[in-house]
């Protein structure tokens, strides 16, 4: 027969009333925990200070309806969106509301918490309770204090970067903006512009022409009026006129005889972007002056940059010792190794570079998304304020926000004022002018003649190469009508 003291230890003890009351207050506390996340001060309306409820559930209420109007203006106009989303003083208004939101928020939770009486729980649930109530803590106010931090960032960035009130129109219908890469290194006085490149964007469209100017583009005219066209009425040559000294050399002499230029500020950016615009025939709307150095740390910001490589690269300057290579196909590349790719020619030349570089900006406009910004923003912003240096104001930043997004759906066109069709050591500024003037009329969709570049390069000898030979070719991205089939 069976024991009966061992049928009796198997049986459960039947429920209590207390392990009942238990078990609905371990769910009441947790259901005000819900409440509170779901609906801030619901919780204290069901179940104590309804006053302190009602005004959090207002408020709650309040900014759940500026969220929907945000996203239906998102939705009907972009300008708009743009224009509140990158106001300072919305930012400004924007990271306090999501601090005191966050701080209020918890003060719910542990009011919650303690409406749902965790003391009177046994240990297990007590601590339970008070777990759940820790994490949602966390999430919600961290959560919300990473939104604030990215405000904060934001606004720092704008009020940095963007610092400048001048506002210029576009001309034709096209804002052209100077682009100069360069490196301010402590053996170079300012920073020298070794990548020059002029952004040539349409202001409805977004098309995107850039036009780009080899460093050692040399005997560059002036406009009248200018002072360095009085002091090199001839070109930038030497007194001999012997020698033409290079175009990214102009900075240098400009910052060297400071008070030929008056009050001016930086008479080398000065002088540069005149020089630019009397060689394209372009009026220069704005400038951005890009430091390599804070360029690398941008893009180890978001993560790298994915990139087709065509040709081995040596990690190395023209008379340095190579470090290592990047290898033949699409690399993940990081802010040290796509330095290196855009700015190496101990392997190939200037002009090989050139279209390494233009490749690398391509890429950058293609995968920098909303998305990794967002995730990414302190460290764009830290890595943008030593990078970049500009003189578009504020104000003009949702334009030119909303030209970027256009920018990312059409193809990039390119254009160079390199060999063959443009002798550097003497080159002739009609053509030059011609070679922009006919990409920015074959990008705007208008019938043009042939380039001066194709006319050129159709009646001289091309060196024999395989096909293989020609496709990895990095100077095809010197002028081409779409930059990302080529690169």
């Not at 940095?160 to 290194?185: H, K, M, P, Q």
């Not at 200018?226 to 400009?254: C, K, R």
């Amino acid at each position: 027969m069976p024991d009966d003291r061992s049928s009796a230890r198997s049986v459960a003890p039947p429920r209590t009333a207390a392990d009942a009351s238990a078990r609905v207050q371990f769910r009441r506390a947790l259901v005000l925990l819900v409440m509170t996340v779901v609906v801030p001060g619901s919780a204290q309306i069901a179940a104590g200070d309804r006053r302190v409820g009602r005004v959090a559930l207002r408020v709650w209420l309040s900014l759940v309806a500026v969220a929907a109007l945000g996203l239906l203006v998102a939705l009907l106009s972009r300008s708009l969106f743009l224009s509140l989303v990158l106001d300072q003083r919305i930012l400004f208004l924007g990271r306090w509301i999501l601090t005191a939101v966050a701080i209020a928020w918890v003060v719910l939770l542990l009011d919650a918490w303690r409406l749902g009486m965790p003391l009177r729980l046994p240990q297990r649930r007590r601590l339970a309770v008070t777990a759940v109530n820790g994490v949602l803590c966390f999430v919600v106010a961290g959560s919300l204090l990473f939104a604030a931090n990215v405000l904060a960032a934001q606004n720092h960035l704008i009020g940095t970067v963007f610092a400048s009130e001048e506002v210029s129109d576009a001309t034709d219908g096209r804002y052209n903006i100077l682009l100069l890469g360069g490196d301010s290194g402590s053996d170079r006085d300012g920073m020298r512009p070794d990548s020059i490149n002029v952004a040539s964007v349409d202001a409805e469209t977004g098309r995107t022409v850039i036009v780009s100017l080899p460093r050692n583009l040399q005997r560059v005219p002036f406009p009248d009026g200018t002072v360095m066209h009085d002091q090199f009425p001839d070109g930038f040559i030497s007194e001999d006129e012997d020698e033409g000294y290079y175009l990214n050399g102009i900075s240098t002499w400009a910052n060297d005889h400071a008070e030929l230029f008056g009050d001016t500020a930086d008479p080398g950016l000065l002088a540069t972007t005149q020089a630019v615009q009397e060689i394209t025939g372009l009026t220069i709307s704005y400038h951005a002056s890009i430091n390599m150095e804070g360029f690398s740390r941008l893009i180890d910001a978001v993560g790298g940059v994915t990139v087709d490589v065509k040709q081995r690269t040596p990690k190395s300057g023209i008379n340095e010792r190579t470090r290592g290579w990047i290898e033949v196909g699409e690399q993940e590349l990081s802010g040290e190794e796509a330095l290196w790719y855009a700015r190496s020619r101990k392997a190939d030349n200037d002009f090989a570079r050139m279209g390494r570089q233009k490749c690398v900006m391509n890429a950058m406009l293609s995968q920098l998304s909303p998305q990794k910004v967002l995730l990414n923003v302190q460290d764009i912003a830290e890595s943008s304020a030593s990078l970049l240096s500009t003189d578009i104001p504020a104000s003009e930043l949702d334009q030119f926000a909303g030209l970027a997004l256009e920018a990312r759906k059409n193809p990039i066109s390119t254009v160079s004022i390199v060999p063959p069709a443009i002798d550097t050591t003497d080159p002739d500024f009609d053509v030059v002018r011609q070679l922009v003037n006919d990409a920015i009329t074959i990008a705007e969709g208008q019938d043009a003649p042939p380039s001066a570049f194709e006319t050129v390069t159709a009646v001289l000898p091309q060196p024999e190469r395989s096909a293989e030979e020609a496709a990895a070719d990095p100077t095809l991205a010197n002028d081409t009508a779409n930059l990302a089939e080529t690169c």
